[in-house]
């Protein structure tokens, strides 16, 4: 049918639509003629100096305890089908993949000791999608695709943050790295570039205290509900080549995704999430700051059905608040730059504060213990564009001070990189 109409249009508008083709297949898949695999990958070590539970009447206990993790591997392929056709993917492992393991649910559950077996890391499928490049300013996309709501879901790659570990505030109160299925439309308008898109919506029953609900996303089933799709979209200004400015948003009425849709009926659990982020990165400074408010309508219902589950459900017992805040800022400096070397040596200094509790519904009790003013200073070192080394060491104040301060020191490695272009 497609084909038919074209060779129905004028020679002359065949023409225009062939060249504004061509033109976005310039910018949205240049760099490989046919295919390209590649991925990127993080490792990190961190000493800690308290205890995994926060949930004490003093906070998380002193306990000097070491961990180490393969946080991510991610392998990642795009294949031109056509010039415009492009088949894109990437496969998540998260720490370690697959195995088994005995969980103790300390931190989200209170502690409480859960004796199932259950997996040990695991393997996502982050992306998986059909792309058409029509214009440069329209564009479709559908499949499996990131939702960029938030600075870090929109650049989660390694190279796009300083510290060992992405910053705590976002992907503490938002799934990370946040992918759903849908359909994407997106483009450029001079110095704007947009994606809107129509995606699967959260899981209300999966939204509790610690982390608000980043642990909505549906992934359980092998089906997503669809009863009631969610809208997230995202706009990037640049005014100079240096400087970004973006803004995303996110809503959904998330009842009618229920896992259990009896226990929600008569409710919608509407989820506006609203973010705002910069970055202005020169040849030797770069900046970064971001803001996310989040809101989720009849908390307070949530709430009560969330404290009728039982332990053994599977299901959080925990309240939710009605408001979600996140703030962050940080900045590095190539001091390599002084002494004429290749390499890049960042120096950097961030700084957060994130709660997932920040603003209650009626009887619902906000925990002092979910909020957390973080400082972070570390150095990356690159000894190559897509090589990073990095080391910090982190404070946090929880509870404006109230509880016991907790602290620790992390080294990481990690790269990106297409390996193999054709």
Do not use: C
């Amino acid at each position: 049918m497609t084909a038919l109409l074209a060779s129905s249009l004028p020679v002359a508008a065949q023409k225009v639509m062939t060249d504004a083709a061509k033109e976005s297949a310039k910018i949205y898949a240049s760099g490989y003629q046919k295919f390209r695999f590649g991925g990127y990958g993080e490792m990190a070590a961190s000493y800690l100096d308290y205890g995994p539970n926060r949930l004490t009447p003093y906070g998380s206990a002193k306990q000097n305890r070491g961990t180490i993790s393969i946080p991510r591997f991610v392998v990642a392929f795009d294949y031109k089908i056509s010039p415009t056709w492009i088949l894109g993917a990437e496969i998540e492992f998260e720490y370690g993949g697959t195995g088994s393991a005995r969980e103790v649910e300390w931190y989200t559950e209170g502690g409480e000791y859960e004796t199932e077996i259950e997996k040990g890391g695991e393997v996502a499928l982050e992306q998986f999608h059909i792309t058409k490049l029509i214009h440069k300013a329209f564009n479709i996309r559908a499949g499996h695709i990131i939702v960029p709501v938030g600075l870090t879901n929109a650049y989660h790659e390694p190279i796009n943050f300083f510290g060992v570990y992405r910053p705590e505030g976002e992907t503490t109160i938002l799934p990370s790295t946040w992918h759903e299925n849908g359909i994407s439309f997106f483009g450029q308008f001079g110095r704007f570039e947009y994606q809107a898109m129509v995606i699967a919506g959260l899981d209300p029953l999966g939204f509790r205290n610690t982390e608000w609900v980043a642990s909505g996303k549906q992934g359980p089933y092998e089906i997503d509900n669809f009863n009631s799709p969610a809208v997230a979209g995202r706009i990037n200004y640049h005014p100079t080549e240096a400087l970004r400015i973006g803004v995303s948003g996110y809503f959904n009425r998330t009842a009618k995704n229920a896992s259990k849709t009896t226990r929600t009926s008569g409710h919608d659990f509407d989820v506006t999430i609203l973010t705002a982020d910069a970055q202005y990165r020169s040849k030797n400074l770069t900046a970064r700051a971001n803001f996310v408010y989040g809101n989720l309508g009849e908390s307070r219902a949530l709430s009560s059905i969330n404290r009728s589950n039982t332990g053994s459900s599977g299901y959080p017992h925990t309240d939710v608040a009605k408001n979600a805040v996140s703030y962050a800022a940080e900045a590095g400096y190539n001091i390599a730059s002084f002494f004429g070397g290749k390499a890049r040596v960042y120096p950097f200094l961030r700084y957060e504060y994130y709660n997932p509790m920040e603003k209650t519904q009626g009887d619902v009790l906000a925990d002092k213990r979910m909020k957390v003013s973080m400082w972070t200073a570390g150095i990356n070192y690159y000894p190559l564009p897509n090589l990073v080394v990095k080391a910090d060491y982190s404070n946090r104040r929880i509870g404006g001070g109230n509880y016991n301060s907790e602290n620790m020191v992390s080294i990481g490695l990690a790269y990106i990189g297409w390996f193999i272009t054709k």
